[in-house]
Each structure stands twice: as structure tokens, then as C-alpha cells.
């Protein structure tokens, strides 16, 4: 019988999709999102790098910034329950989830 070859580790396999923290979709991508802005952070005197975040897909990032002025973001919205309880932001989450992780989303 022929000798296998052994199984190559190249290319690189891709890395697994990583989840939203809000809409939970796997996206190939994902950004830094700052429970508490950082502008509001550093005003209460809190470094930058212990404000808490989540990973976000780009069309969940965007539409938070677009709904909410950072305020109402750290003073009502600070944890991701609090996101989700909003009505605007629950009836966006229900429509994204049915949205491709590869389809470019605009947010207005």
C-alpha cells in the first residue's frame, strides 16, 4: 500500500466566527464597544482601559451610536440588558438576526 501523506496545516484553516455580544450573530468580524463611552468614563474619572466592553458586529455598533448620545449610554444603557429591554433597539435586533453575517447592513 501507498504511504499517506500527512495532513498539511497549511493554509491555515480560518478562525471560527466569533458571536455579537447583542444580536449574537457569528460575523467575521467584530468591534470594541465601551459600555461606558470613553468621553463619559475618563469625565468620572475612571481609566480607559477599565471601562467595560463588549464585542459588537459593525451594524449593532453603529446603530447604538446613531440611537443614543453618549449620556443616555452610560448613565440608562450601560449593561447589554438594558440595551435589549429598549424598544428601539429590541425591534433592530429582531430584524438584523434575520440579516447574513456577509451582507453590508447600512444603518441610518
Known amino acids: 500500500m501507498p504511504r499517506r501523506r500527512p495532513e498539511s496545516s497549511w493554509p491555515p484553516r480560518p478562525a471560527a466566527p466569533e458571536r455579537c455580544g447583542l444580536c449574537a450573530r457569528a460575523v467575521p468580524r467584530l468591534t470594541e464597544h465601551h459600555l461606558v463611552p470613553r468621553s463619559q468614563g475618563r469625565r468620572r474619572g475612571v481609566p480607559v482601559h477599565e471601562l467595560p466592553t463588549v464585542q459588537l458586529c459593525l451594524p449593532c455598533h453603529k446603530f447604538l451610536h446613531r440611537t443614543f ?11 447589554l440588558d438594558a440595551l435589549r429591554a429598549h424598544p428601539d433597539v429590541a425591534a433592530f435586533l429582531k430584524w438584523v438576526r434575520t440579516q447574513p453575517a456577509t451582507k453590508g447592513i447600512r444603518v441610518r
Not at 70 to 76: D, G, H, K, M, R
Request: charged share 20%; aromatic share 10%; proline share 0%.
Open 69 to 79: 448620545s453618549n449620556a443616555e449610554l452610560a448613565t440608562q444603557y450601560a449593561d
